[in-house]
Structure formats: C-alpha cells, structure tokens
C-alpha cells in the first residue's frame, strides 16, 4: 500500500516553460507535506514544504500547492531552468511521526536548453 | 554550517556478514532518521531516533537495528547481511519538531556480494 505516489516517473520541459510535479496522498493523517530534489551522487536537499492549514507556499520560483480533499499536491518551477534537472521527491509526515516521512518513488525532471 | 555527514561512503560486504554505518547530524538536531533506498525506487523509512531513544520505526526485520549517542550521532546495524540489503542508506537529521524538514547525507552505498 503506497500512500505517498507520484504517477509520472519522468517530464521533460522547455527552458523558461512552467514545470509541474504532481504528488497525491491516501493517507490522511499526513499534515505535513514537503518536496525533496536529487542529484546522482548526492542525498536529496529540501526544497519547499507545506503545512495542511495552508494552500499555497511560495519561495522563489517554486511553490507548492495542496488540495487536501482530493488529497493532492504540486510543485510549479516558473521559469525551468536546466540546473533545476533532478529526481523530485514528494514527502508527507503525521503529526506524531514528526521523524518518518512517506516519499513517493520520484519524478525524473529533464529541463532542455 | 556542516551539513549531515555519512560514514563510509562505499562499502562491499558478502552475505552473512554485518555492517555498521555511521551518522553525524547537522549540530543542534536531535532527531535522526535512516532510510534504505533501492534502485528505481523511493525512500523507504528504517527508523527514528530523538534523545537516544527510538522515537518511530519502519517495517523493517530485526536485523536492522540503529543506535544514537549523547550527542546525536547515530549508527545504523545489520547483520546477517543479503543480497536485497544492496542500497543506498541514507540518513537525515533534524530539530525534531513538528512541521521540521529533514536535511540528508550523502549516503552510504552498500553493494553485497
């Protein structure tokens, strides 16, 4: 039972076009939402996260968008960059597992010059 | 600030031997986290430690077991060593609050031969 699922393993987009990560959830005690990018070699760097009571979060050329009731959340990179190039990781945590978050198994982002 | 460091980097092993990976986390988190993640997949959660006591725990058999020390660092064990045991181990550290990300390591790769 996956709780945490990112269905598209791979994107590829334009350089300065809108990038779009989806990440949808079963679980819902997960209060706690955030996205994660990779590069080979490398452990997963934080990039963004949200809380449940919020919507939106916004930093910079991400934000995060969460729709609780149909359990479901996205990253938008506006503009692409091909730096931004990297596996994305979706992850969720309950409240009383501040610790052990759920990550779906990535999404491949090719950005093209 | 020094980020999450992870002891080895590379490791070779046979099976039925056992290993032990180390962890030191960013100063000032108290919580450390290890994860197990396989080829085309995501991350899987081991455990959770906070204040030297297991705080939360994946569904992982007993041969993976972990310990954290007075000052945080935590080690990682298993014995009995497969070849499905052949991953990349990845720790993370944080505050260990709620709403806290968690910021990796590198990461340990461990191949069993």
């Known amino acids: 039972d996956q709780q945490v699922k990112q269905n598209s393993p791979s994107l590829s987009v334009q350089e300065g076009r809108i990038s779009i990560l989806n990440c949808d959830y079963t679980?819902?005690?997960?209060?706690?939402f955030l996205w994660y990018k990779k590069y080979p070699a490398e452990g997963p760097t934080f990039l963004i996260s949200i809380s449940s009571i919020k919507d939106k979060n916004e930093d910079g050329r991400f934000t995060v968008f969460l729709n609780k009731s149909a359990k479901h959340l996205s990253l938008h990179i506006v503009p692409s960059q091909p730096g931004d190039s990297a596996v994305y990781f979706c992850a969720a945590s309950a409240r009383e597992g501040a610790g052990k978050s759920t990550f779906g198994d990535g999404t491949t982002l090719t950005v093209k010059p | 600030k020094a980020g999450v460091t992870q002891t080895p980097r590379y490791l070779i092993k046979t099976r039925g031997q056992q290993v032990t990976l180390s962890c030191s986390p960013i100063?000032?988190?108290?919580?450390v986290s290890w994860y197990q993640q396989t080829p085309g997949q995501g991350l899987q959660f081991l455990f959770e430690y906070f204040s030297e006591t297991q705080r939360n725990k994946g569904n992982f058999p007993g041969r993976f077991s972990g310990r954290q020390f007075s000052n945080s660092r935590s080690e990682m064990n298993v014995s009995t060593l497969e070849l499905g045991d052949s991953a990349l181990y990845l720790c993370a550290s944080s505050r260990g609050g709620d709403n806290q990300p968690q910021h990796f390591g590198d990461g340990t790769r461990l191949s069993i031969l």
């Open positions: 100063s000032g988190h108290r919580s």
């Open positions: 679980n819902s005690m997960f209060d706690y």
